[in-house]
């Protein structure tokens, strides 16, 4: 069984700060590990993937993540956060055995202010 | 390249009605999940549909179902709908549904149930 956790459900952050977004997972055998972005009224596009290369992942928007097998952890980072990265932010897990079908996080939504 | 679509983008049904919503992959995608998206529950898996096949099923009601067409194009319906079934219906392409390939959204469907 796999599962996601994702701490926080709003996080709030000023323009040019840090951004921080948290994932833990749970899995019985290594995972993939993925982290999609929603903004309103639209589906869900993916930022980034871990699939057992390197752990330190670059995506797109200047977002990337770490793969940190000791913590089961894939914290979603940017070093300026833009007004435009207002929006909902889900972790997902999915089994390189099985079914592939990913479980989502419950989403966290992050706020940017001016 | 064409992306995902979804038809219709909102829709307003009352309890005890059926609802058909109809998703359209990204061209050579031959996989497509659902999800039903709420505030409470998060994303939950419905089904996915591989080569017109039903692969994986997630924990929903018999009332839950869908298909899938030559085309790759798929549907899904809800048979007897329940308030509870208000929520954001979300379809997902992706080449072969296995491994670490990305999956791809629709901007999903609104379903409101009065």
């Known amino acids: 069984a796999q599962s996601v956790t994702q701490l926080g459900s709003h996080v709030s952050v000023s323009e040019g700060a840090l951004v921080l977004l948290r994932c833990n997972y749970s899995?019985?055998?290594?995972?993939?590990l993925f982290w999609y972005v929603q903004y309103p009224n639209q589906g869900l596009q993916l930022l980034l993937k871990?699939?057992?290369?390197?752990?330190l992942v670059k995506g797109i928007n200047g977002f990337e993540a770490e793969f940190k097998k000791s913590e089961t952890s894939f914290h979603l980072t940017k070093p300026s956060a833009h007004m435009s990265d207002a929006a909902e932010y889900f972790c997902a897990v999915s089994s390189p055995r099985g079914s592939y079908i990913p479980t989502f996080g419950r989403g966290t939504s992050l706020i940017v202010h001016p | 390249k064409a992306g995902v679509t979804q038809t219709p983008r909102y829709l307003i049904k009352t309890r005890g009605q059926q609802v058909t919503l109809s998703c359209s992959p990204i061209s050579g995608h031959r996989s497509v999940s659902w999800y039903q998206q709420t505030p409470g529950q998060g994303l939950q898996f419905l089904f996915e549909?591989?080569?017109?096949?039903?692969?994986n099923k997630g924990n929903f009601p018999g009332r839950f179902s869908g298909r899938q067409f030559s085309n790759s194009r798929s549907e899904m319906n809800v048979s007897t709908l329940e308030l509870g079934d208000s929520a954001l219906y979300l379809c997902a392409s992706s080449l072969s549904g296995q491994g670490a390939g990305e999956q791809y959204f629709g901007p999903g469907t609104r379903l409101t149930v009065t």
């Open positions: 871990y699939t057992s290369a390197a752990t």
């Open positions: 899995s019985s055998v290594p995972p993939y």
């Open positions: 549909y591989f080569s017109e096949t039903q692969r």
